[in-house]
């Protein structure tokens, strides 16, 4: 054996003595199938392991899309929903204060919201509810359901009947006489009113 620095070398060489002292031919012919043989056998497992890699990143990364999708709707839906809700909302206020304004009477101001053409008024996120479109709403259903803006009628009362006609016309509250300025309470007394309570 010859006198090498390199370790490498070294090994090397003392392999080939080592093949050449104790391996035969066909003893590294069998080592070499059966090497072959488990270098194949490991490709395999390798490749399978590979596939499965594969298949499950495919899958997650479909799932994980899915669950994105899915969720986008779900959120989606629940901001359509609040949206709808906020602007019904806004509607409906801005209404009362219009209908309120507009004269209704106030036992028929609830069914009023409800009648209202609401597709009529234009709403937006950011700037809300457009005043002239809730004008022409409410002037709409005053055209339409004119009944629920007029004044009801007095009640008849013995003293006051609707005809005009008064039973007792020289009679006065003392709270409406307290009212009257003092010219008017001295003329009332000189055509004979009568103060009741």
Excluded at 77 to 98: Q, W, Y
Excluded at 118 to 125: R, V, Y
Excluded at 155 to 183: H, V, Y
């Amino acid at each position: 054996m010859t006198d090498k620095t390199d370790p490498v070398e070294q090994d090397v060489d003392a392999i080939a003595e080592g093949v050449q002292q104790e391996d035969s031919v066909e003893e590294l012919k069998s080592r070499l199938a059966k090497a072959e043989a488990d270098a194949a056998k490991h490709r395999n497992i390798r490749k399978t392991v590979e596939r499965e890699r594969d298949e499950l990143k495919a899958k997650t990364k479909t799932s994980v899309d899915e669950d994105y999708k899915s969720l986008w709707q779900q959120e989606n839906e629940r901001n359509n929903k609040l949206l709808s809700h906020a602007k019904g909302n806004a509607i409906g206020s801005a209404l009362v204060a219009r209908l309120t304004k507009s004269g209704i009477r106030p036992e028929a101001l609830e069914a009023a919201v409800k009648l209202v053409d609401q597709n009529l008024i234009e709403w937006d996120l950011d700037s809300g509810v457009d005043e002239r479109s809730i004008t022409a709403a409410v002037a709409k259903h005053k055209s339409e359901c004119a009944f629920m803006y007029e004044s009801k009628v007095a009640k008849t009362e013995p003293r006051q009947p609707a005809d005009g006609s008064a039973t007792n016309a020289n009679e006065i509250k003392r709270s409406d006489f307290d009212k009257l300025n003092p010219l008017e309470k001295a003329d009332r007394m000189r055509k004979g009113f009568k103060l009741i309570d």
